[in-house]
């Protein structure tokens, strides 16, 4: 790979950047109260931004070839999204957010899902190809979120479809991004070499898992209005502690002995699932949300996912289809039943729609990625990094 | 143990759990500036959260053999304790919170005090008995709760009882509550086999102490009115940087070479003793009841524990009594010089009865766990864990 | 060394804090609004806090090493040089600020000014070292903060150097007092001997740079205006997102393989670097500054680091000149661009004061700490602190 491609590459970016930068000046609030409550959006941004760098980061980490790639490539992937967005975004093609901190806001979730897609990819990318992913993956993503949310297209309503907390315009729509992407990336002999963990990649895992649980109800309560964020965030608790008691009973049911793997991932399978309805659901529904999906993830690591690898010849290397994927969808479809005079029409529409656009732009990406080097034997850190002591 | 029978047990408890939930519906704050506040607190919450799970989780990782198991019963138990908090308060027994963010904190502080009990009992129980304590814990922990703070059964007028950031109520009660349940559950021949340590899980261990300590003011703060928010924080950084320095002296004036033990959690005492008076005490004030309660406590694990455990016949894995009990107590008692006016009799009486119930509640629970399997070789991960390479 | 002297040292200061501290004592404010706008800003000190102790504290986990005595002495120096600064900002003489919750803040800048400085420093002081760096450095920090930014001598117009997040004030003076020290504390044979790193330590090193990264924002918006606090978070995230792209690629430049020690320090010089405009830029510049600030850095540490290394005969251990020094002194004159209508004059004197405070004082401290013991051999950890399996 030409590294002066790449350098080419950033220059005109930054060029760009800087070009239309100068549209997203803003000034502050005047009223008191509103600079208050952007205050404490910004103070959920920030829990955000936790979650994606450190949560994200390190649940990579369970991998113990790629710690010092995953680690690197979650600080690229998420400083190529951000501004990415906010320029996209500025050009104001998609409609423009009236708030400098909500724009942050979106621009965070778009990081989120990214850096879902790229969990399908990892130890499969060289960190030029991660940027190049983002650069690809946040138009489309934007696209599906402008469509989805927006009115985009007038294909749904604005505001009528629900997924507060993006169980499917984040969740799903990365985890299905990421499956087109490695139909294309994925190499025969990968099927050959298990990824391997030891007990201390493992917790460095459960510290990304943790961070993620800890900070999950201020990604979903970040739009939120004032009144309903406490409302919203015991939802995503209870989601969690329900998922979380889930897996360790469906991890030992369905593998006898617990899976490391399955707390780390699983235990977060209700804040995905929780997010379409999370300003929605009363407390109960929220845990039994959180059980169903707890269940539906830990049945998607131990059983699933080798059979959907088999089929669909791909190696999806987190499992972010059982954890993003399926419970994100089941969530989506959750809001059906949870919320109170909900357009069914609208939910399975945008459902359908964020599906088919996630699938067939991952592919394209995935055609895109593999011409800018496709691998035959798995990545290990040593290729891009100097050797450290074992 | 039979693993239906636990299937069983967790489905009466989602039964339960969803019948009574529906009198959780509460309705947002319709006041602008209650609605700014009640966010602020549930900010707190995340802050609490952190300590928990991941704070908690990660300090007792210190012990090499126990991280899968350790983290894993740390995500259980707070996932059983929260839920099940908010089901005894839906039903109104012992009154209920005005808010409901409100209602999260306080179950939060409950499974605080349930991670310090198991703590204690680190390594001596399965997945499924964390789970049992758990449910065993809370309704105990919620009584002398209730007793002393909510003036039930009229022991003690409602209100008097100055505790704010929980010395009594949550780490001696959690402490003491693990020594009932220890007395019990310990065998001899885990005696004979220390807990080992590596550079590894010490570096862990030092990062869940840290993870404390940062977030420790929000934890004594949580509940507070936000104009005394400010000084109650201070109070209790001030108490940290005075059991931080205290512990370093104490443990190289008691053991000649620095124990990382002590650094990990002695210098977490000054947070446990400034409980009690965080929010009246000055700044001098809560710097001494720091250094006192880190001298205290790195005593407690370079003196009292061995002596205590040969008496007592039973082993504290993680030293609980020294970080949480002994420091509480201290707390408890010092607020009885710090806060102007205070009712001795109250602050001693309440003392007194936090002791008793925690004691006999925490040995019928050790009773209750035995039943469902009492351990003849210490705990290893491998026995509920799949083995990853070491 | 003596350890009674210390012994005697703590005690005296104690007695000096509890005897001056009561002039601390403060009222909450009474209006509601400003009570809500002071637990935003304790919010934001919180975030700070795990800066200075799980963020620092981590990233100087990188040499195997050290790893219990980084993390023991980062614990040491917040828990010293925290009290110092409320005791002699409580004596009045450098003027008071107005609040607690700022004074929290402003203490909490010293004490990341005196971890920078410590970073240089690591491997070559015992933890009584470290203490009394604390103590001698935080005086001279509050000097300088005084003169440069508070108009102290009147030798600047109190008010107009801009220097929001501290780029000139807390990174570059911590950098350049450190590099002070070591002129004179390093010794030859240091020389001879690399430090060295595992996969390990490198994994928690990037959690201690990626705690710094997420909280950042929080950092320099921590005493800013409600209003202005979304635009100076964006900016912070631009600048580190320009940073961190930029490593990437200067690492790959430079090197050819990726360094982990860059991706770890240079992706943050951005935020170092933002400091002096944070609350004035517009995001293309905060993007373009955090790209210099990146390249810069990287420049630092691949290419200057060992040549300045050998010129002035001292071992800088973290690099800190590299990510805070240059890229601190780029931030300071950065302003003079961006910022419309400020006053060269005051900028160029204030960085100029500042370094010359910085070097000298250091230096100064440099002999003072010698004469508490210099050493011959780098540091171990076993020196101190109880040894644990490996």
Redesign the interface.
């Known amino acids: 790979m030409n ?1 002066y491609r ?2 080419t590459l ?1 220059i005109i970016l ?1 060029v760009l ?2 070009s239309t ?2 549209c ?3 000034e ?3 009223d ?2 509103e ?9 959920r ?3 955000i ?2 979650m994606l ?2 949560g994200f ?2 649940l990579m ?1 369970f991998a ?1 070839g790629y ?2 790639s995953a ?2 490539a979650t ?2 992937l ?3 999204a ?2 990415i967005y ?1 320029l996209i975004s500025g050009l104001g093609i998609f409609g423009e957010p009236e ?3 909500d724009r ?1 806001i979106l621009a965070e979730f778009a990081a989120a899902s990214l850096l879902i897609c790229a969990g399908a990819c990892l130890g499969r990318l060289k ?1 030029g190809q991660y ?1 190049l992913l983002g650069l690809i993956f946040v138009p489309f993503y934007m696209i599906n979120e402008w469509i989805i949310l927006g009115g985009g297209l007038g294909l749904l309503p604005g505001g009528a479809f629900a997924d507060t907390g993006g169980s499917i315009v984040i969740h799903a729509f990365g985890a299905l991004f990421g499956l087109g992407v490695i139909l294309e990336m994925t190499t025969k002999n990968e099927f050959d070499r298990a990824i ?5 990649s ?3 895992s ?2 990304g898992s ?2 993620l ?3 999950w ?2 990604f979903c ?1 970040a739009l939120v ?7 919203t ?2 939802n995503v ?2 989601a ?3 998922s ?2 889930a897996t ?2 469906a991890s ?2 369905m ?1 006898k ?4 793997a399955d ?1 780390a991932n699983a ?1 977060l399978a209700g804040g995905v699932a929780i997010g379409a309805t999370c300003d929605h659901a ?3 529904a929220a ?2 949300i959180g ?1 169903l999906a707890g269940v539906l993830s830990t049945f998607g690591f131990a059983v699933i996912q080798s059979r959907l690898e088999g089929m669909i010849k791909g190696i999806d290397t987190c499992g972010v289809t059982n954890l993003h994927g399926f419970p994100g969808l089941l969530g989506g479809v959750a809001a059906i039943f949870v919320i109170d005079g909900i357009s069914v029409g609208t939910q399975v529409t945008g459902i359908g729609i964020t599906i088919v656009i996630a699938v067939i732009s991952g592919y394209i990406s995935g055609k895109v990625l593999s011409a800018f080097g496709r691998r035959a034997e798995p990545y290990e850190d040593s290729e ?3 050797e ?3």
């Open positions: 590294k790449w350098t950033s930054a950047f800087a930068g100068v997203f000046a803003q502050g609030s005047n008191a109260l600079s208050i409550v952007n205050v404490q959006k910004y103070n941004a920030i829990h931004m936790a760098i450190v980061g390190f980490v113990r710690g010092r680690l690197t600080f690229l998420v400083s190529v951000i501004p906010f708030l400098e901190i942050l960190m940027m391997e963990s030891d007990a201390t493992e917790r460095f459960m510290l943790m961070i649980w800890v900070f109800p201020s309560a209005a004032p009144e309903l964020v406490p409302r965030a015991i608790i209870m969690l502690c329900g979380t008691i360790y009973f030992v049911a593998r002995n617990i899976s490391i707390i235990t009363t407390y109960p845990f039994v059980i891009e990094f100097i450290a002591a074992p």
